[in-house]
């Protein structure tokens, strides 16, 4: 979950960096509405009770059906607003799939429910998967030692630690348990109805994050990987203390000039402003895993060719 924390400083960089932007599409209300950015691109936004009180999702229109990207928080709103979307807004046609940028709760803390409640596969990265499974195992009480001294460490005296695991365990987004996921790999290609989705695959804001880029349509559903108009959260956990994520950050993606639809606003970024460098791993020989439609799931999932 990214969550803004703008100084006068950065508020004043943000004019600036925005000045590049052009945002072509008025953003839904988080109500179930949604706004078609693209012909069978829906956009719709899940609320949050919090400073970041939205999340951004899309539904992109197969031949078939519908595939969710991102699934908001686990919270009997964001389930009812799922519902709402599924009986009125997909011309009858079924929800068929649903890929998840990151584990994050906000992208990910609904699809173990929905993978349920509508019967269908759930697309990710290993890295996020099991990042899901793991963190969504109760922490241990007393919590491990390698936690409190990750805390202690960054300069946390001992009362806010154990407040702050405290919260940690006591979570209430805390997601239902997903049990299986098919495996998304940077470089992979997704066809959903008529457009080819590239997996371009982000580090330092989680650790597999998965981008779906449309090169033909100059489309980019980046999940929190690139934000309009604050970096994307860099985060050092307490399972890998010494990780490198601004070096992560760095390979995340890079993209042509794109329309992306980010969480927080839909923008246009032109040239200079993708300068983001590529992680180069759809550069790699082709990998054997790829997904083929009708076998593992209706989406046709291919290495990189
Ligand atoms: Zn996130």
New binding site residues.
Partial sequence: ??IPNVSPITAARRFRSTSALAFPAEAPAADGSLVEVAPGVLWARMPMPMALDHINVYLLRGERGWTIVDTGLNTPECRALWERIASEHLDGLPIEALVCT?F?Y??AGLAGWISERFGVPVYMTLAEFLTLRVLGAALPDPAPPETQQFYRRSGMPAERVARMIGMLRADPFMPPRLGEFRRLRGGDSMTIGVRRWQVLIGEG??PEHACLYCGEDSLLIA??QLLPRISS?VLVTPSEPDGDPEGGAERAVAAQPATCWA?GQAVRVHGSATKLATSGRGTGPPRPDANTAGARGPLAVAPPG
């Fill in positions: 979950m990214s990151h994050h906000d992208h804001h989680s999940g929190d959260n969480n």
